[in-house]
Nanobody, 119 residues
Framework: VQVVESGGGLVQPGGSLRLSCAAS?????????MGWYRQAPGKQRELVAH???????YYEDSVQGRFTISRDNAKNTGYLQMNSLKPEDTAVYYC?????????????WGQGTQVTVSS
Protein backbone atom coordinates (compact mmCIF):
# COMPACT_ATOMS: atom_id res chain seq x y z
CA VAL A 1 0.00 0.00 0.00
CA GLN A 2 1.21 3.49 -0.86
CA VAL A 3 -0.11 6.80 0.33
CA VAL A 4 1.02 9.74 -1.79
CA GLU A 5 0.39 13.42 -1.18
CA SER A 6 0.46 16.09 -3.86
CA GLY A 7 -0.49 19.70 -4.35
CA GLY A 8 1.97 21.54 -2.15
CA GLY A 9 3.93 24.56 -3.27
CA LEU A 10 4.69 28.23 -2.74
CA VAL A 11 1.77 30.60 -2.34
CA GLN A 12 1.37 34.21 -1.23
CA PRO A 13 -0.46 35.07 1.99
CA GLY A 14 -4.19 34.98 1.39
CA GLY A 15 -3.83 32.43 -1.37
CA SER A 16 -5.15 28.89 -1.68
CA LEU A 17 -3.84 25.40 -2.24
CA ARG A 18 -5.52 22.02 -2.52
CA LEU A 19 -3.66 18.98 -1.24
CA SER A 20 -4.51 15.46 -2.36
CA CYS A 21 -3.82 12.15 -0.64
CA ALA A 22 -4.19 9.00 -2.71
CA ALA A 23 -3.98 5.47 -1.35
CA SER A 24 -3.17 2.66 -3.76
CA UNK A 25 -2.13 -0.95 -3.71
CA UNK A 26 -3.42 -4.48 -3.71
CA UNK A 27 -6.03 -5.75 -1.32
CA UNK A 28 -7.38 -2.36 -0.31
CA UNK A 29 -10.97 -2.88 0.71
CA UNK A 30 -11.66 0.66 1.86
CA UNK A 31 -10.19 3.66 3.63
CA UNK A 32 -11.51 4.30 7.11
CA UNK A 33 -10.29 7.50 8.78
CA MET A 34 -8.03 9.99 7.03
CA GLY A 35 -6.10 12.85 8.54
CA TRP A 36 -3.76 15.67 7.68
CA TYR A 37 -0.86 16.61 9.94
CA ARG A 38 1.77 19.27 9.53
CA GLN A 39 5.23 19.84 10.89
CA ALA A 40 6.97 23.19 10.81
CA PRO A 41 10.74 23.48 11.36
CA GLY A 42 11.63 23.02 15.01
CA LYS A 43 8.08 22.08 15.98
CA GLN A 44 6.24 18.88 16.69
CA ARG A 45 3.93 17.31 14.14
CA GLU A 46 0.37 18.43 14.79
CA LEU A 47 -3.04 17.29 13.64
CA VAL A 48 -4.64 19.79 11.28
CA ALA A 49 -7.81 18.05 10.16
CA HIS A 50 -9.46 14.64 10.29
CA UNK A 51 -12.34 12.97 8.48
CA UNK A 52 -14.04 9.79 9.56
CA UNK A 53 -15.37 7.04 7.35
CA UNK A 54 -18.86 8.48 7.76
CA UNK A 55 -17.77 11.99 6.87
CA UNK A 56 -17.51 13.51 10.32
CA UNK A 57 -14.76 16.14 10.48
CA TYR A 58 -12.44 17.76 12.98
CA TYR A 59 -10.29 20.88 12.56
CA GLU A 60 -7.53 22.33 14.66
CA ASP A 61 -8.60 25.72 15.96
CA SER A 62 -6.16 27.78 13.91
CA VAL A 63 -7.45 26.39 10.59
CA GLN A 64 -11.16 26.25 11.41
CA GLY A 65 -13.08 28.18 8.76
CA ARG A 66 -10.12 28.32 6.39
CA PHE A 67 -9.38 24.66 5.65
CA THR A 68 -11.82 22.01 4.42
CA ILE A 69 -11.14 18.28 4.50
CA SER A 70 -13.03 15.97 2.15
CA ARG A 71 -12.78 12.55 0.59
CA ASP A 72 -13.72 10.57 -2.51
CA ASN A 73 -14.25 6.99 -1.36
CA ALA A 74 -14.47 5.65 -4.91
CA LYS A 75 -10.96 6.93 -5.58
CA ASN A 76 -9.49 6.16 -2.12
CA THR A 77 -8.44 9.81 -2.07
CA GLY A 78 -8.66 12.57 0.46
CA TYR A 79 -8.30 16.31 0.01
CA LEU A 80 -7.41 19.35 2.07
CA GLN A 81 -8.60 22.65 0.62
CA MET A 82 -6.62 25.45 2.21
CA ASN A 83 -7.85 29.02 1.81
CA SER A 84 -6.73 32.33 3.28
CA LEU A 85 -3.29 30.90 3.88
CA LYS A 86 -1.01 32.56 6.39
CA PRO A 87 2.78 32.44 6.78
CA GLU A 88 2.29 30.39 9.96
CA ASP A 89 0.70 27.65 7.81
CA THR A 90 4.12 26.99 6.30
CA ALA A 91 5.07 23.37 7.03
CA VAL A 92 5.43 19.92 5.57
CA TYR A 93 1.95 18.43 5.36
CA TYR A 94 1.50 14.71 5.86
CA CYS A 95 -1.49 12.52 5.15
CA UNK A 96 -2.36 9.47 7.19
CA UNK A 97 -4.87 6.91 5.99
CA UNK A 98 -6.33 4.01 7.93
CA UNK A 99 -6.47 1.34 5.24
CA UNK A 100 -8.88 -1.56 5.60
CA UNK A 101 -7.98 -4.84 3.97
CA UNK A 102 -9.93 -8.06 4.09
CA UNK A 103 -8.85 -9.05 7.59
CA UNK A 104 -6.55 -6.20 8.61
CA UNK A 105 -6.54 -2.46 9.25
CA UNK A 106 -3.33 -0.42 9.29
CA UNK A 107 -2.29 3.22 9.28
CA UNK A 108 -0.12 4.42 6.40
CA TRP A 109 1.69 7.77 6.19
CA GLY A 110 2.52 9.64 3.05
CA GLN A 111 5.95 11.12 2.39
CA GLY A 112 4.83 14.70 2.96
CA THR A 113 4.39 17.72 0.73
CA GLN A 114 5.89 21.16 1.41
CA VAL A 115 3.59 24.15 1.75
CA THR A 116 5.28 27.54 1.90
CA VAL A 117 3.28 30.72 2.43
CA SER A 118 5.40 33.77 1.72
CA SER A 119 5.33 37.04 -0.17
Amino acid sequence: VQVVESGGGLVQPGGSLRLSCAASGKNIFSINDMGWYRQAPGKQRELVAHIGSGGSTYYEDSVQGRFTISRDNAKNTGYLQMNSLKPEDTAVYYCIAQVQGGTWSLNFWGQGTQVTVSS
